[in-house]
């Protein structure tokens, strides 16, 4: 079962920033694209950001496009998401999981594997 696991999140002031780390455990993450969710409390669950197989092509929401970058290293199994700029609605509990690539692109909308634990990441003062 695809399974990720996620850490890096905390408490940050406004304007700050943070890395989330997303691992594999028992296969290679290599072999998928990976997107990056959040959760906000209240509110469903969006996609943030993808990133394809070959990393060759990544995918943002409008809101944190210019702020977050998604990013993979297959020799360390992880993908990782970098997020500067920080702004109190960027608080949520953010989630990594298995997506689809079709041709070189990553679908957020087409999730595959199982939601893991996330990482709360709160931007506040």
């Known amino acids: 079962q695809l399974q990720l696991v996620e850490s890096g999140g905390g408490l940050v002031q406004p304007g700050g920033s943070l890395r989330l780390s997303c691992a594999a455990s028992?296969?290679?993450?290599?072999?998928?694209?990976i997107g990056w969710f959040r959760q906000a409390p209240g509110k469903e669950r969006e996609g943030v950001s993808c990133?394809?197989?070959?990393?060759?092509?990544?995918r943002y929401v409008d809101s944190v496009k210019g702020r977050f970058t998604i990013s993979r290293d297959n020799a360390k199994n992880t993908v990782y998401l970098q997020m500067n700029s920080l702004k109190p609605e960027d608080t949520a509990v953010y989630y990594c999981?298995?997506?689809?690539?079709?041709?070189?692109?990553?679908?957020?909308?087409?999730?595959?594997?199982?939601w893991g634990q996330g990482t709360q990441v709160t931007v506040s003062s």
């Open positions: 999981v298995a997506v689809a690539d079709v041709q070189g692109l990553c679908i957020m909308t087409l999730t595959r594997g199982s």
């Open positions: 028992g296969f290679t993450l290599d072999y998928y694209a």
């Open positions: 990133i394809s197989r070959s990393g060759g092509s990544t």
